[in-house]
């Protein structure tokens, strides 16, 4: 039973990627999904999250309107699409599950059981 997350790198401000966490052992359709985010000396951030029920989301007020979270049920997977980068989106991006329906609004990581490892997002010209 483990997450796998992929697809950061480097990107130039203004420009695009789209992180993927690929559920193996479990599947991810029946859990709340979230990403959070990490920089060194501070806390985990909820950034985004999405129901395992009615496809509801959740978005932090720092990334409205630019990233968009998705599942693909059949390659048990859930993407993050990141759009209009800027240099403060840097950081370490980790998925996680929980079996808790309600834990992808506002996400807490103390409410999630199940993580990825991460994958580094460097946003900078």
């Known amino acids: 039973v483990q997450l796998q997350a992929s697809g950061g790198g480097l990107v130039q401000p203004g420009g695009s990627l789209r992180p993927s966490c690929v559920a193996s052992?479990?599947?991810?359709?029946?859990?709340?999904v979230a990403w959070f985010r990490q920089v060194p000396g501070k806390g985990r951030e909820g950034v985004s999250g999405?129901?395992?029920?009615?496809?509801?989301?959740y978005y932090a007020d720092s990334v409205k309107g630019r990233f968009t979270i998705s599942r693909d049920n059949a390659k048990n997977t859930v993407y993050l699409q990141m759009n209009s980068l800027k240099p403060e989106d840097t950081a370490v991006y980790y998925c996680?599950?929980?079996?808790?329906?309600?834990?992808?609004?506002?996400?807490?990581?103390?409410?999630?059981?199940?993580w990825g490892q991460g994958t580094q997002v460097t946003v900078s010209s």
């Open positions: 996680a599950a929980s079996y808790y329906s309600g834990s992808y609004d506002y996400p807490d990581p103390a409410e999630f059981n199940c």
């Open positions: 052992g479990f599947t991810l359709a029946e859990y709340a």
């Open positions: 999405i129901s395992d029920r009615d496809g509801s989301t």
